[in-house]
């Protein structure tokens, strides 16, 4: 399966923690995006990579949280200090750029205790 | 603010029926997505429809896009139990770059034998 795939799936820490998470996007796809999800709600953009340039950072991405895809492959979020606020589920997706359909993966759960 | 809101919020049906789900959002698109989520999981792409196309069939899903009442329909015929899920419609909106998606609060269905 060539899919978009997510590392941890379930990461559990303590608050004040730093965490972060791994995303290998579908090898073809040069748009690679972050997206946050909280129970009952749809997912959140929070920023977007073409090839290793981030384009654009969402008002929700605050300065604990960073992102990085540097050599246009895989990338990472990290997310520093973290905080009860920060539980939800981080998804990634992949694709082609313009009229495309985005490829999630499966997500990490972040739960802060 | 979300873009897409969903309506219903529920919806529970008898296998065999067909289940119609809307979406209403607020700013011209550059297409329009409906996705699947199971419980857990990462969010599976149906269909996408672009801003001049009125309507689209994949298998047993139907889209309608009205651009001029912003709004969208997913119909899914001869639904089956393997069909519970929720389901979310995301814009792409001429207004943003990098084809960002905006999500709507979703459709829980549930379709039960």
């Known amino acids: 399966d060539t899919g978009v795939s997510q590392n941890p799936r379930h990461k559990i820490t303590k608050r004040g923690q730093n965490v972060t998470f791994r995303c290998d996007p579908i090898s073809e796809h040069n748009r690679l995006y972050w997206y946050r999800q909280t129970l009952g709600q749809g997912p959140e953009f929070l920023t977007y990579f073409q090839n290793e340039a981030q384009l654009e950072k969402s008002r929700l991405l605050s300065d604990r949280f960073s992102a990085e895809r540097p050599k246009g492959s895989f990338s990472t979020l990290e997310i520093q200090r973290t905080e009860q606020g920060d539980s939800a589920m981080y998804l990634c997706?992949?694709?082609?750029?313009?009229?495309?359909?985005?490829?999630f993966g499966d997500g990490t759960r972040l739960s802060i205790l | 603010s979300q873009q897409g809101e969903e309506d219903p919020q529920a919806l529970s049906i008898q296998e065999g029926e067909n289940a119609t789900m809307n979406c209403s959002y607020k700013t011209s698109i550059n297409n329009l997505q409906w996705y699947r989520q199971n419980s857990g999981r990462g969010l599976v792409h149906l269909i996408l429809?672009?801003?001049?196309?009125r309507e689209k069939h994949s298998g047993r899903l139907r889209v309608t896009l009205d651009t001029s009442k912003k709004s969208s329909s997913l119909l899914i015929t001869a639904s089956r139990a393997a069909d519970t899920a929720s389901y979310f419609c995301a814009t792409d909106s001429l207004t943003g770059g990098g084809n960002k998606l905006t999500f709507g609060t979703g459709t829980q269905l549930k379709v039960e034998l």
């Open positions: 997706a992949s694709s082609f750029p313009g009229n495309q359909p985005q490829h």
């Open positions: 429809i672009r801003s001049n196309e």
